[in-house]
């Protein structure tokens, strides 16, 4: 609608204008009195924002030279909130999460929004509750990727008793902590995993399982998922007792390394954990992995060039920057209006990727 009443006002002004657009121009273009236009200008008196965006929009469309005070001046009566995100170590999945946790932010319009992210430096719950109150001193909304334990738990009731509302996202946390989730559906990630390995492996036989932690209830529902598809569909495969690598790359390298060697008829490998560069390498490194099934999650640049490798089968990733706007519009939502009970679980679906598609 503006575009075409932009177009009507040029083509009545003729083919060239020499002459910048006045003020009363740019109220014929937008449809409204040159008073309006004035008030958005110059601030007198409140007018509704769709009239007052629809003047900006006029205003971009005729080239008004005012546009940036417009602009300025629109953005001053929106208020101000910070949305703070605290994630795990800062590697490449996580340095590429907290770009787009950050770039949705920013591109929020009901609100002048600043990210503030931030990184544990391991898994302890002591350490992400007690940095996840600090972020709770000064931010609005917060979302975390954490454990689950009662630390965690206790510091996001403290946050809930200040009217600060707090999200878990990529890994739910349990009831106590009443944290909406955002993130992937992680029993049909795990179920996917153990459809995958099933069908890829070259002979049935045993399936070994590496977690970063059982505490990231994301990696502990995609294990019982993945064991139980293999119980109820095949049954030729025998999942192992899983390792945990604790997210390390170095231990998961080990533990990798340790698994082919102990388990000669090992036909596939599940990593629903972080440390999967240490996969990958150990898997590299052994001669015995040839014909492996591997399955990890998230493209990062060592999955990418493991499927290009052949080292990997499959990898299920998580659209993070499709994440991070969903989970930016639910913790808007909870600003806007905190008494309406947030919907929970948001799921986004994961994507897959095989050596033909990277």
């Known amino acids: 609608m503006i575009a075409s009443a932009a177009l ?16 009363a121009d740019l109220a014929r273009a937008a449809g409204v009195s040159v008073a309006t236009v004035d008030r958005v200008l110059n601030a007198r008196h409140r007018v509704r924002e769709p009239t007052a965006e629809r003047v900006l929009g006029a205003a971009v469309a005729i080239g008004f030279h005012g546009t940036p005070l417009l602009k300025s001046r629109l953005r001053s009566n929106v208020p101000e909130r910070t949305f703070a ?10 340095a590429q999460f907290g770009a787009d946790l950050a770039a949705a932010t920013l591109a929020l319009t009901q609100f002048r929004a600043r990210p503030v992210v931030d990184f544990a430096p391991d898994l302890s719950a002591g350490v992400v509750a007690e940095r996840l109150l600090r972020l709770g001193e000064y931010a609005h909304a917060v979302a975390i990727v954490s454990v689950d334990h009662p630390r965690v738990s206790d510091a996001i009731a403290t946050l809930k008793a200040r009217g600060v509302p707090t999200f878990a996202i990529l890994t739910e946390l349990g009831a106590e902590a009443g944290a909406p989730y955002v993130g992937r559906d992680n029993r049909k990630e795990g179920r996917t995993a153990a459809w995958l390995i099933a069908k890829a492996a070259r002979r049935p036989g045993k399936v070994g399982i590496i977690v970063g932690s059982h505490r990231f209830l994301c990696q502990e529902t995609a294990e019982i998922s993945f ?4 119980r109820e569909n095949a049954p030729e495969f025998t999942p192992l007792e899983p390792l945990v690598n604790l997210e390390d790359p170095g231990i998961a390298y080990a533990a ?8 000669p008829n090992l036909v596939g490998l599940y990593i629903c954990g972080g440390g999967k560069e240490g996969v990958i390498a150990g898997a590299r490194d052994e001669q015995r992995s040839t014909g492996l099934a591997i399955v990890c999650n998230e493209l990062t640049p060592a999955a990418r060039a493991g499927l290009i490798d052949g080292v990997l089968t499959a990898v299920i990733s998580t659209p993070t920057a ?23 679980p948001v799921f986004v679906p994961f994507e897959l990727y095989l050596p033909t598609n990277v």
């Not at 009507?8 to 003020?23: D, K, M, N, W, Y």
């Not at 064991?227 to 293999?230: F, S, T, V």
């Not at 990798?256 to 388990?263: E, K, L, P, Y």
């Not at 969903?326 to 209006?337: D, E, G, K, N, S």
């Open 85 to 94: 995100f605290l994630l795990q170590r800062e590697d490449a999945f996580y």
């Open 8 to 23: 009507a006002f040029l083509s009545g002004c003729g083919a060239f204008r020499l002459s910048r657009p006045t003020i």
């Open 227 to 230: 064991r139980a598809y293999l």
């Open 256 to 263: 990798t390394q340790d698994m082919i060697a102990t388990h």
């Open 322 to 344: 499709l994440l991070a706007e969903r989970a930016l519009a639910a913790m808007a939502a909870a600003i806007v209006t905190p008494q309406e009970t947030v919907p929970s």
